[in-house]
């Protein structure tokens, strides 16, 4: 659609929700362009296969409602081109299109502006209400994704993530769950009773807790 055609449009379609997209992969952007074009709310303004072509094209008072981006793009990638696009289109949602499922890559994308993730192995037939969902004010995550994220921001993950109980940590830990005392803990693990202070020490520091019931509420979740 030629820039002057986007902006009649605007003029005659106020209440319709506007769809671009940034996407190299030619198969799947005629897919959804195609599958947005059958929806009588929504309108697909353009499509383009690079960040720059897509600056290119777009005018300077264009409304999008939602913009779909890839984040392997040719030249400027999606994630670096964030801050370049929010300061372009300030009110637009962004949505990152990729098949990368790192929970770091989304996490860069969320903090750098987007406001939606979705993995490219979704039907394109499901897109029409994803976007209805979302112009209503829902998120559009995928539902692995929304997974990871719980998972990087949940303490207890996040604490096992980074440091792993040792097998003598966790046979203390289900000592204690069964009651055994210090001493009974020692008698078994054939340490000193000063050798059990020392793993429940590095226990505590692992899990982030300050006693032996919050270690072993924290330890029965993980």
Avoid: W
């Avoid at 940034?22 to 005629?30: H, P, V």
């Avoid at 637009?92 to 903090?111: D, G, K």
């Amino acid at each position: 659609m030629m820039k002057a055609s986007i902006l009649e449009f605007h003029k005659k379609n106020k209440h319709m929700v506007r769809i671009a997209l940034i996407e190299d992969d030619l198969s799947l952007a005629q897919s959804i362009e195609i599958t947005v074009r059958l929806q009588p709310d929504i309108y697909f303004i353009l499509h383009a296969p690079s960040v720059e072509d897509f600056l290119d094209q777009l005018p300077t008072k264009a409304k999008i409602d939602v913009l779909f981006l890839d984040i392997a793009l040719p030249g400027c990638s999606g994630v670096d081109a964030l801050p370049i696009l929010r300061r372009k289109l300030p009110k637009t949602e962004i949505i990152m299109l990729s098949n990368i499922e790192e929970s770091n890559i989304m996490l860069q994308a969320l903090l750098h502006g987007a406001n939606g993730y979705l993995n490219k192995d979704f039907s394109v037939m499901q897109l029409p209400s994803l976007i209805h969902t979302f112009a209503k004010g829902g998120a559009l995550l995928s539902p692995n994704m929304a997974k990871k994220l719980i998972s990087y921001f949940h303490p207890y993950k996040k604490n096992i993530i980074q440091q792993e109980l040792s097998p003598k940590e966790e046979q203390l830990l289900n000592l204690f769950e069964q009651g055994f005392s210090y001493e009974e803990a020692a008698h078994v693990l054939k340490l000193s009773v000063d050798g059990v202070r020392f793993y429940v020490k590095k226990i505590y520091r692992k899990l982030n807790v300050s006693n032996k019931i919050d270690a072993i509420r924290i330890y029965k979740k993980i």
